[in-house]
């Protein structure tokens, strides 16, 4: 089962732990030896913890797929109480696959411009634990966060690695090689513009040879000002072998897409 306990703070502050580091430092193993699965105890201290973070050097300038993923008002086309709802589908042959459902709840509208959010990510046994001070006076769209630091934490399980090291890999792509694209799509019968950020994190990796199986793994983000909270879509796909293998059904794909928007009274 997918392990989605995190926090959208938590990842956003992680990734810009070690943003005055050479890259070449951001990749010192985890993935050797000593690698491990994460325990219960682990990804439980880790809720609504924020860690050790270096400041951010003076004239640094974050790449344009970070400011459009992380630093971005998302919810600044949302002006009254509505609810964001989003369709997961998970499939592949690599192991069980599923639907569920996520709901976010903008509920209150603050002077300031901030907003303060309910979420419920899954539902019944998979529904996650979400942090209330990350759903208080936010401006960026937290179901990023929460699908986000989920993905490394399954790329641990699935792996045996270790978190941090695919979350840096990620924070790396982001603001090296990313590739961003226009793009346009119909929603809720609107046709909508926006931007798509691909990155495929592990492909270079000098430690892909330890999880061989997903060094090409390949994540797609559709962000949009047209639709309410700017977050329409994350595709990420585990090809079966090489990504020019399309007759192979993928080991595993994975879908979260924005369905219905609904306002309040």
Avoid at 93 to 98: A, I, K, Q, R, S
Avoid at 173 to 178: S, Y
Avoid at 210 to 231: C, H, Q, T, W
Wanted: glycine share 6%; aromatic share 10%.
């Amino acid at each position: 089962m997918i392990i989605r306990l995190f926090t959208v703070a938590l990842f956003l502050l992680l990734l810009m732990s070690a943003v005055s580091s050479p890259a070449q430092d951001d990749v010192q193993s985890d993935t050797g030896k000593d690698k491990r699965p994460l325990t219960q105890e682990e990804i439980d201290s880790s809720i609504g913890r924020f860690g050790e973070t270096e400041p951010v050097p003076e004239g640094f300038q974050f790449s344009e797929a970070e400011n459009l993923l992380w630093l971005h008002d998302h919810l600044h086309n949302i002006d009254r109480p509505v609810r964001l709802y989003y369709a997961f589908n998970k499939s592949g042959t690599f192991e069980e696959g599923f639907s569920d459902s996520v709901y976010l709840d903008i509920v209150k509208i603050n002077p300031d411009g901030t907003k303060d959010a309910s979420l419920d990510f899954f539902s019944a046994a998979r529904k996650q634990a979400v942090n209330q001070d990350n759903i208080t006076n936010i401006k960026g769209n937290p179901v990023m966060g929460v699908y986000m630091q989920g993905d490394v934490y399954d790329m641990n399980r699935l792996t045996e690695g270790h978190w941090r090291y695919f979350q840096k890999r990620i924070k790396i792509a982001l603001r090296e090689v990313a590739k961003i694209e226009a793009v346009e799509f119909d929603f809720n019968g609107k046709h909508c513009k926006g931007e798509k950020i691909v990155i495929m994190p592990y492909q270079n990796d000098p430690h892909k040879a330890d999880f061989e199986k997903f060094a090409n793994k390949r994540y797609e983000f559709i962000m949009s000002d047209d639709v309410p909270g700017s977050l329409y879509q994350i595709h990420t796909v585990v090809p079966n072998g090489s990504d020019k293998d399309e007759n192979k059904q993928p080991l595993i794909e994975e879908t979260l897409t924005l369905m219905e928007t609904k306002y309040a009274n």
